[in-house]
């Protein structure tokens, strides 16, 4: 007999994991089966909504100034305005006080590793005196052992774009002995944990960090550091050093692993299982049964298949990256109900010859309508019960826009929320 549910949640990242949040909270039972670790992890952890004007590419003050301009079949025109502010404040309401810039529509500079500045809709607090808005001096501090933070390289690629703030950079130890090739997560976790710095025989990591830091500061108001100030106790890290140093102290956002993207993955997480959603990882779903209708997923367990029954399916199994999508010489597909992915017959027209062109793969994914249900090529439902989220979909690029996690937090409390409402 199949294992049944109300709703199940194929795939555990940020769209999936709020799609289950938000038809668990309209009454359904749900169960969330995800195959693998999500993007999440390798996410900078802010939540772009629209960061770039659709016509000229130039940064948007506003995202909802852009969403007019999007093409007929981008998420957000199909869905409306509404839903993306359904989506944030789903997210808002997760994440409370741990992200910020929920009191206002306009996008938040926040400086990224690279020495850009990024307008982003929500970002960690932890990054929050940062924002490039600010005219506080500001002094970058990269790590040896952190190559892809070169923090005055950074502060030059910043001034040189102009922010309103002197900043300068310098690259420090680490206290501690650590391997060259050493993870954030354990730098993170010293921090954390406070131990001994032996090599220096100081108190503690976090003393003996304050300690370099203050050698070379003059006179900034703030400090900007990698992010990997403490992992479960990142406000303690950050307001110790904060004080110690006499200065604000904020992370910069970095590349993968991303400790922002993994304190984000703890805290949905921490909100599945406060509702109520039930979590399997591990193994695939591979295929279905059902005509119109989905009847049941099959998951793919130790070389058995394992039938998954439920009136409502919505499928999270993210992009190209998440695998969502697969391409081949033969084509672009959805693997598991073979939806209709619109795609140029000949495969050479996937690509434009220049880098910074727009690139039609990048917007390869399901078509969907106002309910997320995906649509087949002459524009009719391809389910009658499933619903699509995240980067599954297509008809955007989340890249150049800057939309990733705006698109998958509103489709995800559209198909959230309808799911339940269809019970
Ligand atoms: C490097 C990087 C940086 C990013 N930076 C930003 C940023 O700065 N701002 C921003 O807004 N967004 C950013 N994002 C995007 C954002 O983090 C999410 O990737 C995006 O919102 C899409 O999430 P998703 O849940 O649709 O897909 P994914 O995160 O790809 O999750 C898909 C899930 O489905 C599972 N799955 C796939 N196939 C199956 C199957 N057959 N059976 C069961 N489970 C399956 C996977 O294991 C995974 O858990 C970034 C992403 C990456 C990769």
Avoid at 7 to 20: D, W
Avoid at 58 to 81: K, T
């Amino acid at each position: 007999m199949a294992i049944s549910d109300d709703v199940l949640v194929v795939g555990g990242g940020l769209a999936g994991m709020t799609a289950a949040v938000a038809a668990a909270r309209g009454g359904a039972r749900v169960r969330l089966l995800s195959h693998k670790a999500s993007t999440l992890r390798n996410a900078s952890g802010l939540i772009d909504v629209l960061g770039t004007d659709p016509e000229s590419g130039a940064p948007l003050a506003d995202p909802f100034d852009g969403l007019d301009a999007l093409p007929g079949e981008h998420p957000y025109r199909i869905l409306g305005e509404a839903a993306i502010r359904e989506g944030l404040d789903l997210f808002d309401d997760l994440l409370g006080d741990r992200y910020l810039g929920s009191h206002t529509d306009r996008n938040a500079l926040v400086p990224t590793h690279g020495g850009t500045v990024k307008p982003t809709a929500r970002y960690p607090e932890s990054t929050g005196s940062g924002l490039a808005s600010s005219r506080e001096r500001t002094l970058l501090v990269g790590f040896e052992t952190i190559t892809d933070f070169d923090a005055p390289l950074a502060a030059a690629h910043l001034e040189n774009a102009g922010v309103p703030f002197e900043v300068r950079g310098v690259t420090l130890p680490f206290p501690g002995e650590f391997r060259a090739d050493v993870r954030v997560t354990r730098m993170a976790h010293a921090l954390d944990e406070d131990r001994e710095a032996p090599v220096d025989g100081r108190p503690g990591t976090r003393a003996a960090l304050a300690e370099r830091v203050s050698e070379h500061l003059d006179g900034e108001e703030r400090v900007g550091l990698p992010a990997l100030l403490g992992d479960e106790r990142g406000e303690e890290v950050r307001e110790q050093l904060s004080t110690r140093l006499g200065t604000d102290v904020f992370e910069v956002p970095m590349g993968p692993p991303s400790l922002p993207g993994l304190r984000l993955e703890d805290a949905l997480e921490a909100a599945l299982h406060e509702e109520g959603v039930r979590v399997e990882s591990g193994n695939p779903v591979v295929g279905y049964e059902g005509d119109d209708r989905v009847e049941t997923v099959t998951v793919e367990r130790v070389h058995r298949e394992v039938p998954y029954e439920a009136e409502q399916v919505i499928l999270a199994t993210g992009g190209l990256v998440g695998k969502g999508i697969r391409s081949s010489r033969s084509g672009v597909c959805e693997p598991i109900f073979g939806c209709h992915v619109p795609q140029p017959e000949d495969r050479y027209d996937w690509f434009s010859e220049g880098v910074f062109d727009d690139q039609p793969f990048a917007r390869f994914g399901l078509r969907i309508d106002e309910g997320c249900r995906p649509l087949d090529g002459r524009g009719e439902t391809e389910f009658e019960n499933l619903r699509a989220v995240g980067a599954v979909c297509g008809g955007y690029d989340s890249a150049r826009e800057k939309s990733a996690s705006g698109v998958s937090l509103a489709t995800a409390a559209t198909a959230g929320r309808r799911a339940a409402e269809c019970l």
